[in-house]
């Protein structure tokens, strides 16, 4: 038998579990993201495939999708919903015969089994899921991770495609590089500065050019996934967080530098909290904030010692929000402890 890597991806995940609680809403378009309220601030999480069609996207700005979209019906994020979805999903890849199974987030997983007909495995890994959830999804197959992840876009909805060494390049070849996992617009426009436009010449690039544009590390990393290369072998080792964090958008614009530091050391409890929770101190304060517009901004300050201290936390937060000496008003503020690594290291 051969070795092969499967990539299960529900399809619209959290609209699809949203469905299963309220049936009457099937067939309508469906958008989830921040409280439900498109007229407040916030992003799409997922929309059903009929609120798609109006141009809808995961990560767009709710009152935008409400002008694409007006006759939508928007539904709240309900997170200890999804994660028990996700638990059930994963649990039931992982009682497949021989199946290997390495969890991406909660609703993609890679799924590596050694058979001779990897599109049965396929078939019956969707079935399984869906006697035992209620949800559908896609599953790409592949001989490498790549592979296998690129090829699910090719079987949603409800479907299955292969994607190998084989048809790499017929399939692959003349999309963009951005159709490629892990390269987003601004790395394609800096391939397209030395003449990498499709992922065929990507593929056949020679590797000085990429050492040169890319570095030692990273160059040949880009050359690899032109090929559709990279690791083909699924690891179930249990992920370990590196970090923690809470970011809050405002409703209203924050404007007084009082409620400012008061947020701030909101959101830094709540890292520690977590923090405590991992039994992991923070060696790192990362600061993310979005002024109005729609400015983003992150900065990165390495502690003098690890802590539990959500006051040491806030303090460098807020220096590094003043170190940017930036006074228009705040949307968005985000604070990520950075934890010191386990025994062993990752």
Known sequence: MTAWVLHVDMDQFLAAVELLRRP?????????????????RGVVSTASYEAR?????????LRTALKRCPDAVFLPVDFPVYEAASERVMA???AHPGAVVEVLGWDEAFVGVETDDPVATAHALRAEVLAATDLHCSVGVGDTLVRAKIATDFGKPQ????LTRDNWLEVMGDRPTTALWGVGKRIAARLSAVGIETVAQLASAPEDVLVGGFGPSMGPHYGRLGRGGGRSTVDDTPWVARAHGHERTFQT??????EVEAAVHDLAAAVVADLRREGRACQRVHLKVRFAPFFTFTRIRKLTEPTYDASVVAATA???????????PIRLLGVRGEMVPPEGGY
């Open 318 to 328: 807020l220096d590094l929000l003043r170190g940017l000496d930036d006074d228009r």
């Open 92 to 94: 039931t890849l992982r």
């Open 253 to 258: 614009d924050l404007v007084d530098v009082a």
């Open 24 to 40: 009457e809403l099937r067939g309508m378009p469906v958008v989830v993201g921040g409280r439900g309220d498109p007229t407040e």
């Open 159 to 162: 479907g299955t495609f292969m």
């Open 53 to 61: 069609e109006f141009g809808v996207r995961s990560g767009m700005p």
